[in-house]
């Protein structure tokens, strides 16, 4: 007994070592403001509740029930408590396993079982009920690095789980300005088959009145079908886009909600993306990414472990004997208590193999890591590059609808006064409603450049799940 707890007094101190190398996140090169945001400053946007963006309730009750009953956040919960459990089995090495076991069984000359073989060729019962316990002593850590690779592929799976939260988000939020200007491109078709069929109403006239030829009424009537044309086209696109809200929604196809129409909601806040160096700490892709790569670090201690002698405590309880009635005898008592010491001598170079691949896959991991965050980067000068333009292009396209409804007026005016031609009238309401309809689209590219920014900036971090 001496001997053993010296042994033991040995070995237990190297408990407090772990095999493999420590995690240290990989060095990335942080710039100290995005491209495209001249006064870095600490606030962001990603700060702001995503249901504060705009002022629209029916577009928050849809991201609501999108991240409650989607399909694809439900999937990545489920995830996430796949990988919990993982991480629960793994956590369950710490700890002793104990087990129990009976047998009863009854043979002639019984080797296997049978605690005292007869050998004469009689024919003999045994019964053996007993508890064993076993305990793996994590001397150099690998159990360690077992666990600390499954939490983090559960942390990993975390970070994927907002990610998706967030893309959602994004989704609903983009399709739902999507289908507002495809109402506003439908009211502006439908304005300008008005439109068109009023010209051609008064051609008519004119021509019936002798002031007038054929080809100002065949020009006006042809203006108005490829403006009624477009109607079809347009409601389709809305039933198309209500359709993908709603799977988004994870609800079958119907018909959805509108709030404010789309030149009524405000322009896009101007809050700046905050500093860079707060995108690793955000960001859902970059946390998984790094995740992997310290699961991968880890995976590294696993292997190099597994070179290395394992050294356990095990014990059995119980009893043993031919007799029934004699079960609980003194002289039937079964015991036993050990040490294990088990390892590895010749494995053909299987071992090896498992640690080459765990120290490609670490520098994979690690690679990958460096490439997340460098695109995170760029999506994030890009969305505010993208953003800044398109709000210069939004007020200079306003500023031409305004001027060619001016002109459609005026040329309304001058065509009945006699002091211009049919074409006239017609070349401005031709130029108006495409006018239109890009000031439109410029309206829901700005809305949902703000919604891609706060993507990019891992936006909605610090709400719970």
Same mark, same amino acid.
């Given at each position: 007994?001496?001997?053993?707890?010296?042994?033991?007094?040995?070995?237990?101190?190297?408990?407090?070592?772990?095999?493999?190398?420590?995690?240290?996140?990989?060095?990335?090169?942080?710039?100290?403001?995005?491209?495209?945001?001249?006064?870095?400053?600490?606030?962001?946007?990603?700060?702001?509740?995503?249901?504060?963006?705009?002022?629209? %309730?029916?577009?928050?009750? $849809?991201?609501?029930?999108?991240?409650?009953?989607?399909?694809?956040?439900?999937?990545?919960?489920?995830?996430?408590?796949?990988?919990?459990?993982?991480?629960?089995?793994?956590?369950?090495?710490?700890?002793?396993?104990?087990?129990?076991?009976?047998?009863?069984?009854?043979?002639?000359?019984?080797?296997?079982?049978?605690?005292? %073989?007869?050998?004469?060729?009689?024919?003999?019962?045994?019964?053996? %009920?007993?508890?064993?316990?076993?305990?793996?002593?994590?001397?150099?850590?690998?159990?360690?690095?077992?666990?600390?690779?499954?939490? +983090?592929?559960?942390?990993?799976?975390?970070?994927?789980?907002?990610?998706?939260? $967030?893309?959602?988000?994004?989704?609903?939020?983009?399709?739902?300005?999507?289908?507002?200007?495809?109402?506003?491109?439908?009211?502006?078709?439908? !304005?300008?088959?008005?439109?068109?069929?009023?010209?051609?109403?008064?051609?008519?006239?004119?021509?019936?009145?002798?002031?007038?030829?054929?080809?100002?009424?065949?020009?006006?009537?042809?203006?108005?079908?490829?403006?009624?044309?477009?109607? %079809?086209?347009?409601?389709?696109?809305?039933?198309?886009?209500?359709?993908?809200?709603?799977?988004?929604?994870?609800?079958?196809?119907?018909?959805?909600?509108?709030?404010?129409?789309?030149?009524?909601?405000?322009?896009?806040?101007?809050?700046?993306?905050?500093?860079? +160096?707060?995108?690793?700490?955000?960001?859902?892709?970059?946390?998984?990414?790094?995740?992997?790569?310290?699961?991968?670090?880890?995976?590294?201690?696993?292997?190099?472990?597994?070179?290395?002698?394992?050294?356990?405590?095990?014990?059995?309880?119980?009893?043993?004997?031919?007799?029934?009635?004699?079960?609980?005898?003194?002289?039937?008592?079964?015991?036993?208590?050990?040490?294990?010491?088990?390892?590895?001598?010749?494995?053909?170079?299987?071992?090896?193999?498992?640690?080459?691949?765990?120290?490609?896959?670490?520098?994979?991991?690690?690679?990958?890591?460096?490439?997340?965050?460098?695109?995170?980067?760029?999506?994030?000068?890009?969305?505010?590059?993208?953003? !800044?333009?398109?709000?210069? +292009?939004?007020? !200079?396209?306003?500023?031409?609808?305004?001027?060619?409804?001016?002109?459609?007026?005026?040329?309304?005016?001058?065509?009945?006064?006699?002091?211009?031609?049919?074409?006239?009238?017609?070349?401005?309401?031709?130029?108006?409603?495409?006018?239109?309809?890009?000031?439109?689209?410029?309206?829901?590219?700005?809305?949902?450049?703000?919604?891609?920014?706060?993507?990019?900036?891992?936006?909605?971090?610090?709400?719970?799940?």
């Amino acid at each position: 007994m001496r001997r053993r707890r010296a042994w033991l007094a040995a070995v237990l101190p190297l408990a407090g070592c772990a095999v493999g190398p420590n995690y240290h996140r990989p060095d990335t090169q942080t710039p100290a403001a995005y491209r495209g945001d001249a006064a870095p400053a600490a606030a962001s946007l990603a700060d702001d509740k995503w249901w504060e963006l705009y002022s629209d %309730p029916v577009l928050t009750d $849809l991201v609501r029930k999108a991240l409650a009953n989607g399909f694809d956040a439900r999937i990545a919960a489920v995830r996430v408590e796949q990988s919990r459990a993982i991480s629960l089995e793994a956590n369950g090495l710490y700890y002793p396993s104990l087990a129990y076991s009976s047998e009863a069984f009854r043979g002639k000359n019984s080797l296997l079982g049978n605690p005292n %073989p007869a050998g004469n060729g009689s024919i003999g019962d045994g019964f053996a %009920p007993y508890l064993s316990a076993a305990w793996e002593l994590d001397v150099w850590g690998r159990v360690r690095r077992l666990n600390e690779a499954a939490r +983090s592929q559960y942390l990993g799976t975390q970070a994927a789980e907002r990610g998706v939260r $967030l893309s959602l988000l994004s989704e609903v939020a983009e399709d739902y300005f999507s289908l507002l200007e495809a109402d506003q491109e439908l009211v502006i078709a439908r !304005q300008a088959t008005h439109d068109f069929g009023s010209s051609f109403s008064l051609f008519t006239e004119r021509l019936q009145g002798g002031v007038a030829s054929r080809l100002e009424t065949s020009s006006a009537a042809a203006a108005q079908a490829a403006a009624a044309a477009q109607i %079809p086209a347009l409601e389709r696109r809305v039933a198309m886009t209500e359709n993908e809200i709603s799977v988004l929604l994870g609800e079958n196809p119907e018909p959805v909600a509108r709030g404010a129409p789309l030149a009524d909601h405000a322009a896009a806040p101007s809050t700046p993306p905050g500093l860079p +160096s707060a995108l690793l700490e955000r960001r859902p892709d970059i946390l998984q990414a790094e995740y992997a790569a310290k699961q991968a670090n880890a995976e590294i201690g696993v292997t190099i472990g597994s070179f290395l002698p394992r050294f356990g405590l095990s014990a059995v309880l119980g009893a043993a004997t031919q007799n029934w009635s004699k079960l609980t005898h003194q002289r039937s008592e079964l015991w036993a208590g050990g040490v294990d010491l088990t390892g590895p001598l010749v494995q053909g170079g299987a071992l090896r193999g498992e640690y080459l691949q765990a120290k490609a896959a670490w520098q994979l991991a690690k690679l990958q890591y460096e490439q997340t965050v460098v695109g995170a980067y760029a999506d994030v000068a890009n969305a505010l590059i993208t953003r !800044q333009k398109l709000a210069e +292009s939004r007020v !200079q396209l306003a500023k031409e609808v305004d001027a060619y409804r001016d002109a459609v007026r005026v040329a309304g005016e001058r065509y009945r006064a006699g002091q211009a031609g049919y074409y006239e009238l017609l070349q401005v309401q031709q130029q108006l409603y495409p006018a239109e309809v890009a000031l439109a689209q410029a309206q829901r590219d700005e809305l949902i450049s703000v919604v891609q920014l706060y993507k990019a900036l891992g936006g909605g971090w610090n709400e719970p799940l």
